[in-house]
């Protein structure tokens, strides 16, 4: 089993900037990718950015140029820098991660974050 221990949401106005984190921790062998999701009262979750474990990123339209994946693999914790948020921005965030135990891939969330963006 693998859990997943999400950081960093809060309140934030128009414009400011917030990091999350997320550590992945428990029986790891290998994590594959990693990203986040959110999802705002009355629409689906959506992807907000990912992660392999090498290679490049993939953003969700609405965040690319703002918002910055990144991971520290040793740590097994991915971060995601947002810059400029918006109020339509805010939602609750979901870390995942795909783990690898040799045999399967099994994806796994985290408990979700609260980022709250003010006009």
């Known amino acids: 089993q693998v859990q997943l221990v999400e950081s960093g949401g809060g309140l934030v106005q128009a414009g400011g900037s917030l990091r999350l984190s997320c550590a992945a921790s428990?029986?790891?062998?290998?994590?594959?990718?990693m990203g986040w999701y959110r999802q705002a009262p009355g629409k689906e979750r959506e992807l907000v950015a990912g992660?392999?474990?090498?290679?490049?990123?993939d953003y969700g339209d609405s965040v690319k140029g703002r918002f910055t994946i990144s991971r520290d693999n040793a740590k097994n914790t991915v971060y995601l820098q947002m810059n400029s948020l918006k109020p339509e921005d805010t939602a609750v965030y979901y870390c995942?991660?795909?783990?690898?135990?040799?045999?399967?891939?099994?994806?796994?969330w985290g408990q979700g974050t609260q980022v709250t963006v003010s006009s």
């Open positions: 992660i392999p474990r090498a290679g490049s990123s």
């Open positions: 428990g029986s790891i062998f290998i994590i594959n990718g």
């Open positions: 995942y991660c795909k783990h690898n135990d040799g045999e399967h891939q099994v994806l796994y």
